[in-house]
Structure formats: C-alpha cells, structure tokens
C-alpha cells in the first residue's frame, strides 16, 4: 500500500512540476501544492503504521476480534 501511495504523490509532484514549468500555476501555488502533497503523504504512511500496529494487536489479543 505504501508503495501505492508513495507511487500517486509521485506522479502528482511531477503532474504539478510540468504546470510549474509551463507557467500554468502561479509560484506561490506551486509551493503550497508541493507542500500539501508532502503532507498528505506523511499522513497516509501514519495511517498506514496506525492500522498495521492495530492488525498486530488484534492477533495477539484474539478476545478483540
């Protein structure tokens, strides 16, 4: 899954340095969107820790299932 995710931030980065660079976005909306973007990704790979500790814990305490 992070892969996933760290594939589409990619592809978005990219998507948006092309816009940058054909002078369709404004500079100032160009570091906004990267930093989003850098954001957004942090906060998909906690979420991702967030339930792999949860898929853990439920295996070692069955009375949880």
Do not use: F, P, W
């Not at 990267?34 to 967030?50: F, G, K, P, T």
Request: glycine share 2%.
């Amino acid at each position: 899954m992070k892969s996933v995710l760290d594939d589409v931030a990619e592809q978005m980065t990219a998507n948006h340095i092309k816009r940058l660079s054909d002078a369709s976005v404004r500079l100032e909306v160009g570091s906004n969107t990267c930093r989003s973007l850098q954001n957004a990704e942090r906060a998909a790979d906690h979420y991702i820790n967030v339930a792999k500790s949860i898929k853990v814990y439920r295996a070692n305490n069955t009375y949880l299932s």
